[in-house]
């Protein structure tokens, strides 16, 4: 099956710095997620990007598939960064996805 | 509007029992995912549920099952309960385009039913 690696594995961050989560996945895939797991374990939706960039606030992602990976880049990191953040693709007809590994944000003031 | 709900929202439970999940999706949703996520396993899926019909299923034996009703909530059964299905289950629904389910929408999750077997 696909494989979906995200690096780095963990992160610890001053609080206004800014990073670059990276996903790569070993397969074309037919859609790609960006989710954000808060320490309460709740997921939230940032980007369904298949290609290209979008924007979102001091959040962006960009994917090229045709290089088989995607970039988060959050910007003036605050402490509510904090949490995992995990992309996912789906790379066939049958909705089965798969998780990448996850990188852990830690955000200090 | 709501968005993907869950309950319970804990579950404790022993060794052999049975432990029954629930999921409502966004209004207008047809398609309905489960996820498992243990401890230091990451998350993985479990089973697609889109128009009343299992679509598909991950890994998982065949004592994880589950069904989807007329209005698109969907249960998810564990039968026969080891203490390694301790974890978080979370529940995640979206549109589906595409007959095939190719191109789905944005995936939609709940806020999880944390099970605990003992």
């Known amino acids: 099956g696909i494989q979906v690696e995200q690096s780095p594995p963990d992160l610890i961050l001053q609080e206004g710095a800014n990073s670059t989560l990276r996903c790569n996945f070993s397969?074309?895939?037919?859609?790609l997620q960006w989710f954000h797991q808060n320490p309460w374990g709740q997921l939230i939706n940032l980007f369904y990007?298949?290609?290209g960039t979008k924007q979102n606030g001091r959040l962006s992602a960009t994917t090229v598939a045709t290089e088989r990976y995607s970039l988060l880049y959050i910007s003036s990191s605050q402490t509510t960064d904090s949490g995992v953040y995990f992309c996912a693709v789906n790379s066939g007809g049958y909705q089965k996805v798969t998780f990448g590994t996850g990188t852990k944000l830690q955000v200090i003031p | 509007e709501a968005g993907v709900t869950q309950s319970p929202t804990h579950l404790i439970k022993t060794r052999g029992q049975q432990a029954t999940l629930r999921c409502s999706p966004i209004s207008g949703h047809t398609s309905v995912y489960w996820y498992q996520q243990a401890l230091g396993l990451g998350l993985q899926f479990l089973l697609w549920y889109d128009e009343g019909e299992e679509r598909n299923r991950g890994n998982f034996p065949p004592r994880f099952s589950g069904r989807q009703f007329p209005n698109y909530s969907s249960e998810l059964n564990v039968n026969a309960l080891e203490l390694e299905d301790s974890a978080l289950y979370l529940c995640?629904?979206?549109?589906?385009?595409?007959?095939?389910?190719?191109?789905?929408?944005?995936?939609?999750f709940g806020p999880g039913t944390r099970l605990t077997v003992l």
């Open positions: 995640a629904s979206s549109l589906v385009v595409g007959s095939t389910g190719q191109g789905t929408d944005t995936q939609y």
């Open positions: 397969d074309s895939v037919n859609n």
């Open positions: 990007i298949p290609s």
